[in-house]
């Protein structure tokens, strides 16, 4: 319906016509999310290149988690459309992998590693078909892309944080996905584990997948990504990070306080 | 008279309710396994406490029309109905409210269980029909249980077993990561409440047996026991079902053995002796295991800790470890070393050089990770790797941590 009346207006409500987007990975139009009363996410516009790496920026608070869960239907959206891959999300599930953050389950569930990335075939597997070799051959070979190949029948507690985060991209992996959502992959882990994980991503993007992370350590941005989203519950810029990775930029999305102590740190880290 | 309970010599009666209790516990363990795992093992309370408004409508529906007010069958479709309009309400008051999952189970819970009590008591004052046993679904009671009764919880529990074998995997999926689940397409939803239909129907075929204040028990008790036994999900879904299984079983059994002891409350205590057996005795997750591996890290590491005073020349301050020194016959009492000490030290010492030299060289990066201070180096890198390092100890001069 939103959709026919797009076609008849010849534009979505906000931004570029949705329909000459139609082939990139992901096209957000006026996304709103809310959690009670204050907007999260406010009329937010967002689209995502072919076969790039995108890293969505933003202070604590600004709705980096929530434009993903949205754009998933993870949380209900108050208004907005959005597409994968020129389809609608219902039809576009099975290109799309979902990495959310480490901290959003409870890691002494009884399960080991192994199953946990056999969950990324459950569509595949369906209600009974049974777990065959091969399946486990090819959780085994994500596993092993993450370097975590000896740890399959471990017991899921007994892993680091850096191993946690691992096991998790290796379950994204088992999805076989074109489009990569990724929330916060490099938080809280140790400096080889975010060293393989990036490695990953970029051998995805060099298949031609599509990544998208949300972020949080700006002296990486530049080396790890080449798109950026910066927002701060509007949008604050978007395009590649030549361009919108700027001083100007970060001011408007983090504030002039907290503007000058971020500038210092990526003056550290950067180059 | 317990031999002759549990091998089901006291009689048709007592085999028939031992029977269908061990039925009812093999679905309540394995349904609860998975309230367990999604942390919202209470809502079970909230739906078994709900049923006692509806026993009282149908009960008074049933007398109405001019039938007996006890059929069971009646009785449990009206616990139903309630059962569920009290989980609807709660799911409402969670969803529309800023209330806590937690803070509408107690609303539904007291309300509904206050209603239930009140109509009760105005049955029986007014003494419409024939009340007499409807207060048995509190606590349960067996005496009368009849042929049919027993074909029905047979019936109803093997259903449930089913349910849960077909939906283990996305109920599974959705209890680890409702997150990872919805982005995958699954329906979080409606695998809920397929859960709590579930649990809705093992307290319902419960009613008779256990009793709706103790039902919960019965869905609780035996995953939380299973726990201790297995790190995986799959399992504990099966033992739970088989300690619930027992627990029916041999408590049932026991009640039958004297007439005055209500079969409910005897079947939980005997969920609960697994229960405590199963947290003080099971290997790995139990108490006397850890507080074993506890113990055991601590005696090794004061004796690293010994082993490196010496190699150091240093005093040994904490008498424990000097015992343990002494002990294993590496020290003497006034802690001069042995010749076994001494050697023992050296080696300990030199293991510390490497792991400090392991520790600067990069390529060694993920098998310094697992150091612990005790772990030995010749378990984590070859002898060649080991080798190179000691070279540079000999170029650098090394020394102990």
Same mark, same amino acid.
């Given at each position: 319906?939103?959709?026919?009346?797009?076609?008849?207006?010849?534009?979505?409500?906000?931004?570029?016509?949705?329909?000459?987007?139609?082939?990139?990975?992901?096209?957000?139009?006026?996304?709103?999310?809310?959690?009670?009363?204050?907007?999260?996410?406010?009329?937010?516009?967002?689209?995502?290149?072919?076969?790039?790496?995108?890293?969505?920026?933003?202070?604590?608070?600004?709705?980096?988690?929530?434009?993903?869960?949205?754009?998933?239907?993870?949380?209900?959206?108050?208004?907005?459309?959005?597409?994968?891959?020129?389809?609608?999300?219902?039809?576009?599930?099975?290109?799309?992998?979902?990495?959310?953050?480490?901290?959003?389950?409870?890691?002494?569930?009884?399960?080991?590693?192994?199953d946990v990335v056999l969950m990324g075939l459950s569509r595949e597997l369906g209600l009974l078909r049974p777990v065959r070799e091969s399946h486990r051959q090819r959780a085994s070979d994500c596993l092993e892309r993450?370097?975590?190949?000896?740890?399959?029948?471990?017991?899921?507690?007994?892993?680091?944080?850096?191993?946690?985060?691992?096991?998790?991209?290796?379950?994204?992996?088992?999805?076989?996905?074109?489009?990569?959502?990724?929330?916060?992959?490099?938080?809280?882990?140790?400096?080889?584990?975010?060293?393989?994980?990036?490695?990953?991503?970029?051998?995805?993007?060099?298949?031609?997948?599509?990544?998208?992370?949300?972020?949080?350590?700006?002296?990486?941005?530049?080396?790890?990504?080449?798109?950026?989203?910066?927002?701060?519950?509007?949008?604050?810029?978007?395009?590649?990070?030549?361009?919108?990775?700027?001083?100007?930029?970060?001011?408007?999305?983090?504030?002039?306080?907290?503007?000058?102590?971020?500038?210092?740190?990526?003056?550290?880290?950067?180059? | @008279? *317990?031999?002759?309970?549990?091998? %089901?010599?006291?009689?048709?009666? &007592?085999?028939? /309710?031992?029977?269908?209790? #061990? +039925?009812?516990?093999?679905?309540?363990?394995?349904?609860?396994?998975?309230?367990?795992?999604?942390?919202?093992?209470?809502?079970?309370?909230?739906?078994?406490?709900?049923?006692?408004?509806?026993?009282?409508?149908?009960?008074?529906?049933?007398?109405?029309f001019g039938g007996d007010g006890r059929h069971l069958v009646g009785l449990l479709i009206g616990a139903s109905l309630t059962a569920a309009f009290g989980l609807w309400i709660m799911h409402g008051l969670t969803r529309?409210?800023?209330?806590?999952?937690?803070?509408?189970?107690?609303?539904?819970?007291?309300?509904?269980?206050?209603?239930?009590?009140?109509?009760?008591?105005?049955?029986?004052?007014?003494?419409?029909?024939?009340?007499?046993?409807?207060?048995?679904?509190?606590?349960?009671?067996?005496?009368? @249980? *009849?042929?049919?009764?027993?074909? %029905?919880?047979?019936?109803?529990? &093997?259903?449930? /077993?089913?349910?849960?074998? #077909? +939906?283990?995997?996305?109920?599974?999926?959705?209890?680890?990561?409702?997150?990872?689940?919805?982005?995958?397409?699954?329906?979080?939803?409606?695998?809920?409440?397929?859960?709590?239909?579930?649990?809705?129907?093992?307290?319902?075929i419960g009613l008779k047996v256990v009793g709706l204040v103790l039902i919960v028990a019965l869905l609780i008790i035996p995953p939380v026991t299973a726990r201790f036994w297995t790190n995986r999900s799959d399992r504990?879904?099966?033992?739970?079902?088989?300690?619930?299984?027992?627990?029916?079983?041999?408590?049932?059994?026991?009640?039958?053995?004297?007439?005055?002891?209500?079969?409910?409350?005897?079947?939980?205590?005997?969920?609960?002796?697994?229960?405590?057996?199963?947290?003080?005795?099971?290997?790995?997750?139990?108490?006397?295991?850890?507080?074993?591996?506890?113990?055991?890290?601590?005696?090794?590491?004061?004796?690293?800790?010994?082993?490196?005073?010496?190699?150091?020349?240093?005093?040994?301050?904490?008498?424990?470890?000097?015992?343990?020194?002494?002990?294993?016959?590496?020290?003497?009492?006034?802690?001069?070393?042995?010749?076994?000490?001494?050697?023992?030290?050296?080696?300990?010492?030199?293991?510390?050089?490497?792991?400090?030299?392991?520790?600067?060289?990069?390529?060694?990066?993920?098998?310094?990770?697992?150091?612990?201070?005790?772990?030995?180096?010749?378990?984590?890198?070859?002898?060649?790797?080991?080798?190179?390092?000691?070279?540079?100890?000999?170029?650098?001069?090394?020394?102990?941590?």
């Amino acid at each position: 319906m939103i959709r026919a009346l797009q076609t008849a207006m010849g534009r979505s409500p906000i931004g570029d016509p949705l329909d000459t987007l139609s082939d990139k990975p992901l096209a957000v139009r006026g996304l709103t999310v809310s959690y009670g009363d204050k907007p999260a996410v406010f009329s937010l516009d967002m689209t995502v290149e072919d076969g790039s790496m995108t890293a969505i920026i933003g202070p604590n608070g600004a709705g980096k988690s929530t434009t993903l869960k949205a754009v998933l239907g993870i949380v209900p959206r108050l208004s907005g459309v959005v597409s994968v891959f020129g389809q609608p999300l219902a039809k576009s599930r099975p290109r799309i992998a979902y990495v959310p953050q480490r901290a959003s389950v409870d890691w002494d569930f009884p399960t080991r590693v192994i199953d946990v990335v056999l969950m990324g075939l459950s569509r595949e597997l369906g209600l009974l078909r049974p777990v065959r070799e091969s399946h486990r051959q090819r959780a085994s070979d994500c596993l092993e892309r993450v370097g975590m190949r000896d740890f399959a029948e471990r017991q899921i507690g007994q892993l680091s944080g850096g191993q946690q985060q691992r096991v998790f991209l290796a379950r994204a992996l088992a999805q076989d996905a074109d489009l990569y959502l990724l929330d916060e992959p490099f938080a809280g882990v140790d400096a080889a584990t975010e060293r393989a994980i990036i490695d990953v991503l970029k051998g995805l993007r060099s298949e031609g997948r599509t990544v998208v992370a949300v972020h949080h350590d700006l002296s990486t941005v530049r080396d790890y990504f080449d798109h950026v989203m910066m927002i701060n519950v509007h949008k604050v810029a978007e395009g590649p990070v030549a361009e919108a990775f700027s001083e100007e930029n970060l001011q408007r999305a983090y504030g002039g306080r907290l503007a000058a102590n971020l500038m210092n740190q990526l003056q550290l880290g950067g180059h | @008279m *317990l031999i002759d309970a549990v091998t %089901l010599q006291l009689g048709y009666n &007592a085999t028939l /309710v031992a029977i269908g209790a #061990a +039925l009812l516990g093999i679905a309540a363990g394995a349904s609860g396994t998975f309230l367990f795992l999604r942390k919202r093992a209470l809502v079970s309370d909230a739906i078994s406490h709900a049923t006692l408004p509806g026993v009282g409508l149908a009960f008074l529906v049933m007398t109405a029309f001019g039938g007996d007010g006890r059929h069971l069958v009646g009785l449990l479709i009206g616990a139903s109905l309630t059962a569920a309009f009290g989980l609807w309400i709660m799911h409402g008051l969670t969803r529309h409210t800023r209330l806590a999952e937690d803070a509408a189970i107690g609303a539904v819970l007291s309300v509904f269980f206050g209603f239930g009590v009140v109509l009760l008591t105005v049955i029986q004052t007014v003494s419409v029909g024939r009340p007499a046993g409807l207060e048995d679904f509190l606590l349960g009671a067996t005496a009368g @249980m *009849l042929y049919q009764d027993a074909v %029905l919880i047979a019936v109803a529990g &093997a259903l449930a /077993v089913l349910v849960v074998w #077909a +939906l283990c995997r996305p109920m599974t999926l959705v209890a680890f990561d409702a997150g990872f689940a919805a982005a995958a397409g699954v329906n979080v939803r409606r695998v809920d409440l397929a859960m709590m239909g579930l649990v809705l129907a093992v307290t319902i075929i419960g009613l008779k047996v256990v009793g709706l204040v103790l039902i919960v028990a019965l869905l609780i008790i035996p995953p939380v026991t299973a726990r201790f036994w297995t790190n995986r999900s799959d399992r504990v879904v099966v033992i739970a079902g088989l300690f619930g299984g027992l627990s029916g079983f041999v408590g049932a059994a026991i009640s039958a053995t004297a007439p005055s002891l209500p079969t409910g409350p005897i079947i939980v205590l005997t969920a609960f002796v697994l229960f405590a057996v199963s947290m003080l005795f099971a290997p790995g997750r139990g108490v006397l295991a850890a507080w074993m591996r506890h113990r055991r890290q601590q005696r090794r590491i004061h004796l690293r800790q010994g082993l490196l005073a010496i190699a150091q020349d240093l005093p040994i301050y904490e008498r424990y470890t000097l015992q343990l020194l002494v002990r294993a016959g590496l020290a003497r009492a006034d802690g001069v070393p042995t010749e076994l000490g001494r050697r023992r030290a050296e080696k300990a010492c030199r293991d510390e050089s490497r792991w400090a030299v392991a520790r600067r060289m990069h390529s060694h990066e993920s098998a310094v990770s697992r150091y612990d201070g005790l772990l030995p180096i010749e378990d984590v890198l070859t002898r060649d790797e080991i080798r190179e390092i000691d070279r540079q100890i000999a170029d650098v001069g090394g020394e102990c941590a």
